[in-house]
């Protein structure tokens, strides 16, 4: 009995979330009657004139006013016409969609749907506006938005919804004014904080359906998670650089341990990537029609599911099965096919969140029994030299000042940025070997193992040999973009040996082109 | 660049995301048959730590289909054969 507390103790909270809710709406909507009663008290006893007026307001056309009007059209009246007729959409709205509604993909019914559904997108970035846009112009009656940050500079080139003048506004309130400016229909309610396990159930409560547009592994797993255990469909998306994935995931929503139910993330991709190798679209770049393409598919998809024909019959509704068989998207911008459509399993039989076996429960996420910071290993800052291997960017700047002709004379600069970065920007003197080729240096006393290096690679080992040897007592001094990598490649040199058993000063500057920004020269750029 | 056909006795490897960063490749033709279990080894041997920085994460596909290749993996048993296309997909999480 003592086990069945905590899971009760979730549903309780669960359900008095959705009370809260609830009673939220009720009251907002006595507000809005009230209100509306109040005008008609001050006015007065109506006139039959004002009466029509009322009902005009109210959204209704007054049969007084459609008798003249149709009377003013002096055209044939067919009797059905006469007939009040009550409408599901306003005017306005069958001119908005027309266009999707006569497709018979979608219909009115799926229109209907479209209104009544809910939807929550995590992430309101390079993903979540063209999905978010998408989905507001398609009609959809309530958007969920949820982000914690802020408005960057950086985000503009592929964060359609954020316009220039709104750097440094939350995110999702910048996507919400966008929102409404595509479509006024649309009721909107905004989530300023970071998906956690504490809030994600009551979060993901009211909606149908879910949208994931983040950007790190952590999230991924969370929402996954999540949707499986609350049932809800899931789209979800990625994209780096020239790439992207998509799929659409637990769906059908079946519950866990139903073989019938769509696979979710955990399926997938059982187990997270090193958290040391994890490529943010700050370091690794992200085209924005590539981001977007996939926030667009991620719409498109969230429209299949949620104007997909009801079965039925409760037999129908037994066997049915989503027309399309789960697969995972893979979009390659620079490759021919751009797109391929893998073949996925169905749920994985020893899946932790959606088999028989399932160690994922609602009430695991409010225990604090699910850390997914720690299950996807926590970043630290990367800390492997000592103070003395160290340069701090105000000390260089010092040894560039004593140095003959003010930079490199006396001393080797590394830079191991890419190729790409270093021709933005770098420091005069400075000798470019990327990091990417370190992983394929040869090991000492191997030299057949070279065989798989290109000759660009190899020309670049070779001169940077020369470099070191050059003079044995000139220091050698690595700097990136941030220190990271810096520090690693320093230790990379000293197991080859350039440090000549110690003599050899090899040392990184710390913080990188960053700090020689912020210290020592404020016009260098920073991208 | 159209993925060309492997030459005759081999299959073709695609890399995407970090598996293409890793090996600085978007395809690559290795002999064939190999057996599925032996394919992350065979990596390995070629691009020494790519197993647990990259591979670990990875979902494989042949042909278009998601295959299994946990320890106790269904797919284990696999043979990869001439011709196949075998693909590396990494979890990319960002957005």
Redesign the interface.
Known sequence: MADRIPALETQIRLLEARLRRLKGDLAEARKTAEASAQVYETLGPLSSSEKDLKLAIDGGFPDAWRTETLAALAQPVSPEAKQKKHWPLSQEEYRRYGRQMIMREVGLEGQLKLKRSRVLIV?L????CPASAYLAGAGVGTLGLVDGDVVEDSNLHRQILHGTERVGMPKVLSAAEGIKSINPWVSCRTYESHLSAENVMETFLDYDLVID?????A??YLVSDACVVLGKPLVT?????T???LMVLNYPPRPPGDTTGGPCYRC???????AD?????GD?G?LGPV?GL??VLQALEAIKVLTKTDPISKEAADGWAPTEPPS?T?F?A????QF??????SR?AKCATCSVQATVTAESFTSGSLDYIQFCGAIHSVNLLSTWERMPARDYAAVRNRSADKETKGHVLIDVRERVQFDICHLDGSFNLPF?CL?SWPAPGTPGSES?E?SETQKLHHQLQQLIVRDPDEPVYVICRLGNDSQIAVKKFKELGFDNGGIKWIGDITGGLRAWKKDVDDGFPEY | ???KKPPPGHFNLLY???SS??T?K?VEAFKAPVSAADLFDLLEE??P?IK???L??C?V?VN???V?L?DDGDDRAITIKEGDEV?I???????
């Open positions: 992430g970035g390079g993903l979540g547009c983040s950007d790190n592994p999230t991924r998306a990625s994209a780096l650089r790439e992207g994935q997938v991709f059982p187990r997270p990537p090193p190798s994890i490529v943010t679209c690794g992200v981001v996939m926030g995972l893979i390659s620079y490759s021919a096919p391929r459509s893998i073949r996925l399993r994985r990417s992983n798989n290109d | 660049m159209p993925s995407f995301a970090a960063s890793y600085k978007s070629r691009y730590g647990d920085k990259v670990s994460s979902a596909t278009y289909q998601y299994d946990d693909a997909i990494p979890p990319v999480s960002s957005g």
